[in-house]
């Protein structure tokens, strides 16, 4: 069951937000969020693990609803570098080492 | 994070033909996946490479087709056999250490098949 990312693509000027989602249909154990520039291996960004935690890196932050089996990613104040797709990595449970995917969104930010 | 290096970068292949990709990472790892990359899409696991025993493999994935080495917790190989065009794609190769939840990524391998 591969999550699903909305939206698949957004366009953004310089310096606007975004958001991310990432929704499953089973109960996550936890969530990965990598970014993938073009013709790149993914990027590992972050970890949310159980526990509805929210964390962040620079102006990327994350946030984790265990009851709406679901993940959000948060860009604000977007810069060109922020260009790339977006994936979640989902696992399902404590015991398991592999990441399911999600769909991936498209991000482009243009100045 | 690891220094992960995959070998070859690309290859260009006939259909029929076997490739095996290589991934070497700098420090010894507990987990290691190969992943495949079809153009525009997401990442589909392919399998995990377990060390001194078979690969285990994820639902439409078989041995015959894609069989993998690991023989220590550095090295790993992914065979892509009897290619067709549709094997073409990207093969990355994720990294994870003992007691850690991340995972790393090689930089792939770009596989076109003709």
């Known amino acids: 069951q591969q999550p699903v990312q909305s939206p698949q693509a957004v366009i953004l000027r310089e310096g606007e937000d975004a958001v991310i989602n990432c929704s499953s249909s089973k109960a996550l154990y936890s969530v990965h969020w990598y970014r993938q520039k073009h013709g790149e291996a993914p990027v590992f960004l972050m970890i949310?693990?159980?526990?509805?935690e929210q964390k962040g890196h620079e102006k990327i932050s994350a946030s984790f609803n265990e009851k709406k089996q679901q993940s959000s990613l948060y860009l604000t104040a977007s810069q060109l570098s922020y260009s790339g797709t977006y994936f979640c990595g989902t696992k399902y449970g404590g015991a398991t080492n592999k990441l399911i995917f999600g769909t991936g969104t498209l991000l482009a930010v243009q100045p | 994070s690891a220094v992960i290096s995959q070998k070859p970068s690309r290859d260009i292949c006939q259909r029929g033909t076997s490739l095996t990709i290589q991934c070497q990472v700098d420090s010894q790892v507990t987990m290691m996946f190969w992943y495949r990359q079809q153009p525009g899409q997401s990442l589909t696991l392919i399998a995990t490479a377990n060390q001194g025993s078979e690969a285990t493999y994820e639902s439409g994935f078989v041995i015959d087709k894609f069989p993998i080495s690991r023989p220590n917790l550095t090295f790993s190989t992914l065979t892509v056999s009897n290619m067709s065009p549709e094997d073409s794609s990207i093969y990355l190769c994720s990294v994870g250490r003992p007691g850690g939840e991340t995972q790393y990524f090689g930089p792939g391998t770009r596989l076109l098949v003709l």
């Open positions: 949310l693990l159980k526990g509805g």
